[in-house]
């Protein structure tokens, strides 16, 4: 089935370590995001792609960064620049239209202990 | 400065009555606007759309109202279920931006 997989699930990480959060696409998309929730917030963009090897920063991009080698995959890094890394995370994808209907994955809820 | 705003962070209704979900905006450039419905711990999935040359769209049991004007839009489902229970979020885009932006979410639930 067409979907986006991120990975992992559940993350735990050291103060200090960078993290990173895989988002793999098979729906053919050319846009990839990454949004961040925290409690009682709506979704903040912290970076999105519309292009392979072309991403721009979103909201929230201080303290992470991402990669596009690929049309299928959109890694993110937490570093140990982000000063409150514990959130879910959201990775996304859409068809590069008008409309921007975005496809979300499971999230990633990473907790910094 | 916050451009999509949900003022009401929670509703609760009865099964079987409307449920009326409100959305304002700040950025007379959006012009495309979506609901999302999210359970606990997954992915928001989308819902319904609108564009800005129309005022409403339905879907089921889901229609959404887009005032130009007000820079307000609604989202309304009739019957509520108790399955409708979640957080709803809406979203808004201009064309060419290519990314949406957020609200803060509305919680419903839906009471048998």
């Known amino acids: 089935d067409g979907g986006i997989t991120q990975s992992p699930k559940y993350l735990f990480r050291k103060e200090g370590q960078n993290v990173t959060l895989s988002c793999e696409q098979n729906?053919?998309?050319?846009?990839m995001y990454w949004y961040r929730q925290d409690p009682g917030q709506g979704l903040r963009l912290i970076y999105y792609s519309q292009i392979v090897n072309d991403f721009q920063k979103g909201d929230i991009a201080e303290g992470y960064s991402v990669s596009r080698e690929k049309k299928e995959s959109f890694p993110l890094t937490v570093t140990s620049a982000q000063k409150n890394p514990t959130a879910f995370y959201l990775c996304?994808?859409?068809?590069?239209?008008?409309?921007?209907?975005?496809?979300f994955g499971e999230g990633s809820r990473l907790t910094v202990l | 400065d916050q451009q999509v705003k949900q003022n009401s962070p929670s509703l609760s209704v009865q099964e079987g009555r409307i449920s009326i979900l409100n959305c304002d905006y700040t950025?007379?450039?959006?012009?495309?606007f979506l609901w999302y419905k999210k359970y606990p711990a997954e992915g928001p999935t989308f819902l319904i759309s609108i564009s800005s040359i129309k005022d409403k769209n339905e879907d089921g049991r889901f229609t959404v109202f887009l005032n130009k004007s007000a820079k307000h839009l609604s989202l309304h489902i009739v019957p509520s279920q108790p399955g409708d229970s979640a957080v709803y979020f809406c979203?808004?885009?201009?064309?060419?931006?290519?990314?949406?932006?957020f609200g803060d979410g509305t919680t419903l639930t839906v009471k048998p």
């Open positions: 996304a994808s859409s068809r590069v239209s008008v409309t921007g209907e975005l496809f």
């Open positions: 979203a808004a885009s201009a064309k060419g931006a290519g990314k949406s932006t």
């Open positions: 729906l053919n998309h050319d846009a």
């Open positions: 950025n007379s450039m959006f012009d495309y």
